[in-house]
């Protein structure tokens, strides 16, 4: 789930929007007649359910479309919004008959569109699905709108962004879930990934009485933010063509050395990214070029501390004052003129197309640029030419400084370098306006340089522990530090404050074990907090269940499963665990080594959810063969006790993610699974063979939800 932010187009905004007549009738709607439209609309007249608090800002509830939709699934939908905000809200709700007195909440990363769910085409019909087969209501909201964000309403208070706009709507949901359904007040589960875990455990940490569980997924710490993307880029910087090399080793089958080969510099840094806590499995995406949210993040960094920019450069204690040759040698501070100026339309016409960041708005090639510059965005430059560019690749890595002409002194973001077509990101339009043929500029990357030592200059409090790497014999910081950390304030943009782990309801945090984002000891950074919080009764409240091979984003791929069925699953056990005081299974075990996080390498052992699968290729996790010689794959699926059965297995023998062979499974009584292949290779080389296994519980097989996946890999050299 963990996605990447976006901003999508909202619903007309009004200021005297009504409901319809037909979900006010004092005899409730039937559920299975269509509501109709009123012939004059009038307000809604409650915000909150009775004895609920009500919010200041959001007391005047109304809704502009009520009608019985069957896609994905048969279902209400009720949408609106709170008048003189920019608040929009959707709801979901399943005929009477399939109603059991719940809702599920989703909460996206930042204030996005209440529309998302209506375009996931996921079998069994996404999130709504979801929410209407098991017996609750779906909820979505633009969490406040752009406004929670920004604009005079809402800027001075990230509260409202956060969680003060999501908790009027699960309030609001209860008027109308009482209007239709009747019965006690429904139970509420809220979950999100990523940024919207933070702004799922600042609801639960900040208000009382509207969640009853939670189910926050791929969080880090309140210190992730930048540091867990600046830190790469150093690594990526220093390691370079080395990292092939570095995975190659701790891979399945490999030496297990990642350090042979390497200089005094490149050892440092890997033992320093590692210690740092960036999962040892997903160096794959630093080799890749990773950089994640930094562009997004960059420009804050710049407002929040602009002296460390320069006193990187000048001042003794910092990585530039006395650089290393391979920082001097990454420099760059090249010198152009500006041929021509590109507009929108010309763009198009060259086929330059915008590529959209994380949290900037999506659009059809056309009106791409439109988006990103505004209305009058046609009349800017969206790209330059310039007569030089750098002879190495630096990325989007760099700005570009203009030194002469009207906009001097200012300093652009680059999107991308097409030859010597400079590829401009979100700027001023005032200085983009500027802009002529003639100026001077310069391509430098002096701060994204910078940048990417930060986290030794922002060394927090103890029980952040992977910064400890950066502390003397004396537990004091060995370099300069900066006034301000910038760590707690993104968080509380995000969660509305720092959180606490003062949570007041049931939650299991779900954790990926290879996560470029959200690193996985933020998990026990997280559960330590809760623990300072509960004290022994924190077994009574909370998990963490960690998932192996799974990253940020959760996609799929010959190293990854998707974990979207341990979410699935998450949400349904809290629910468990609220209405019927079932506890669910018990938290992951693990172990922190050097910042890494460790998991038994038995299901026994390692408990939580996820099944662990055991495969070998001639009885070993490496296996050497001639061409055309067969292979013998063995493999084992077990569960924690307790958690359901193997339902299914894949083989990907070629190592590319396709897992398109069936694996034929031997499934035992007690829910684990086994399988005995043989396959040869015609083509000399090296193959990374997966099994991809399934589980679920008794219950949800042969249903699309609750299908949670792990997989074994080995490798074969064929000679």
């Known amino acids: 789930m963990g996605r990447s932010a976006r901003v999508r187009s909202r619903c007309g905004l009004g200021t005297a929007m009504c409901i319809v007549t037909g979900l006010l009738s004092a005899a409730n709607t039937i559920p299975g007649e269509a509501a109709s439209p009123a012939a004059e609309a009038i307000a809604w007249p409650e915000a909150v359910p009775p004895g609920a608090a009500a919010d200041p800002l959001f007391t005047k509830p109304y809704i502009d479309i009520d009608e019985w939709r069957d896609a994905p699934v048969r279902h209400r939908y ?45 079998d069994g019909g996404g999130n709504i699905g979801f929410a209407v087969n098991h017996g609750g209501y779906y909820i979505e909201t633009n969490g406040g709108g752009a406004s929670a964000n920004s604009g005079p309403a809402y800027a001075t208070d990230p509260t409202i962004g956060a969680y003060r706009a999501n908790a009027a709507a699960a309030q609001f949901s209860r008027v109308v879930a009482a209007r239709m359904y009747g019965g006690k007040r429904p139970f509420g589960y809220i979950w999100g990934g990523s940024g919207g875990a933070y702004r799922t455990v600042g609801s639960i940490e900040n208000t009382a009485g509207i969640w009853d569980g939670a189910v926050p997924f791929v969080m880090g710490s309140a210190m992730a933010t930048p540091y867990n993307f600046t830190a790469p880029l150093y690594a990526y910087r220093v390691l370079g063509d080395k990292l092939p090399g570095i995975i190659d080793a701790f891979d399945v089958g490999g030496t297990g050395d990642p350090y042979k080969g390497l200089d005094a510099e490149q050892r440092s840094a890997l033992r320093e990214i590692l210690d740092f806590g960036y999962p040892l499995p997903e160096l794959r995406a630093l080799a890749r070029g990773y950089v994640g949210a930094f562009p997004v993040l960059y420009p804050g960094m710049l407002a929040a501390d602009p002296t460390y920019f320069t006193d990187f450069w000048t001042k003794p204690g910092y990585e530039g004052f006395d650089p290393p040759k391979s920082l001097r040698d990454a420099r760059i501070q090249q010198k152009a003129k500006v041929v021509r100026l590109i507009m929108a339309a010309d763009a198009n016409r060259l086929g330059i197309t915008l590529k959209p960041q994380m949290g900037q708005a999506r659009g059809t090639a056309e009106l791409a640029w439109q988006a990103l510059l505004g209305p009058g965005g046609s009349e800017l430059p969206v790209a330059i030419e310039l007569d030089a560019v750098p002879q190495r690749d630096f990325g989007s890595a760099a700005d570009l400084k203009v030194n002469s002409g009207a906009a001097a002194g200012a300093l652009l973001r680059l999107q991308r370098v097409d030859g010597k077509i400079v590829v401009l990101q979100s ?46 014999p004396d537990g ?48 026990d950074w997280y559960r330590t907090k809760v623990g300072e919080h509960l004290g022994a009764k924190a077994g009574d409240a909370f998990r963490v269940w960690f998932t192996e091979h799974a990253e940020h984003g959760g996609q799929g791929s010959a190293e990854l499963v998707t974990f979207t069925g341990v979410l699935q699953q998450a949400l349904l056990d809290v629910s468990a665990w609220v209405e019927k005081g079932i506890a669910p299974a018990p938290s992951t075990a693990y172990s922190i080594k050097d910042g890494q996080v460790i998991v038994p390498p038995t299901a026994a052992a390692r408990l939580g959810i996820q099944p662990v699968v055991a495969l070998q290729a001639n009885g070993a996790l490496r296996a050497e063969v001639a061409t055309g010689k067969p292979v013998t794959l063995t493999a084992e699926a077990r569960l924690p006790q307790g958690t359901g059965r193997i339902v299914g297995g894949e083989w990907d023998f070629e190592g590319k993610g396709s897992f398109s062979d069936p694996a034929v499974l031997e499934f035992r009584k007690d829910g684990s699974a086994a399988v005995s292949v043989t396959h040869a290779f015609a083509v000399p080389g090296t193959y990374f063979v997966g099994l991809r296994v399934t589980a679920q519980r008794e219950a949800e097989v042969g249903s699309p939800y609750g299908r949670i996946m792990n997989l074994g890999r080995v490798r074969v050299v064929v000679k």
């Open 476 to 523: 004091k910081p060995l370099g300069p530090q900066r006034p301000k950390l910038l760590g707690p304030q993104f968080a509380i943009g995000a969660a509305g404050a720092v959180p606490t782990g003062r949570i007041g309801a049931k939650v299991i945090l779900v954790e990926n074990l290879s996560d470029t984002a959200a690193w996985p000891w933020g998990a």
């Open 427 to 472: 700027n001023d339009p005032a200085v983009l306006a500027q802009l002529a043929a003639g100026d001077e500029v310069q391509i430098d990357n002096s701060n994204w340089l910078a940048a990417q030592t930060y986290h030794r200059h922002q060394v927090p409090t103890p029980d952040f522990y992977t910064w400890n790497q950066y502390r003397g």
């Open 78 to 122: 009720v949408h609106g919004g709170f008048t003189g905000t920019d608040m929009r809200f959707s709801f979901y709700f399943p005929p009477k008959e399939k109603y059991e007195g719940r809702f599920f909440e989703y909460v996206t990363p930042v204030p996005d569109s209440e529309n998302l769910a209506q375009k996931d085409t996921r």
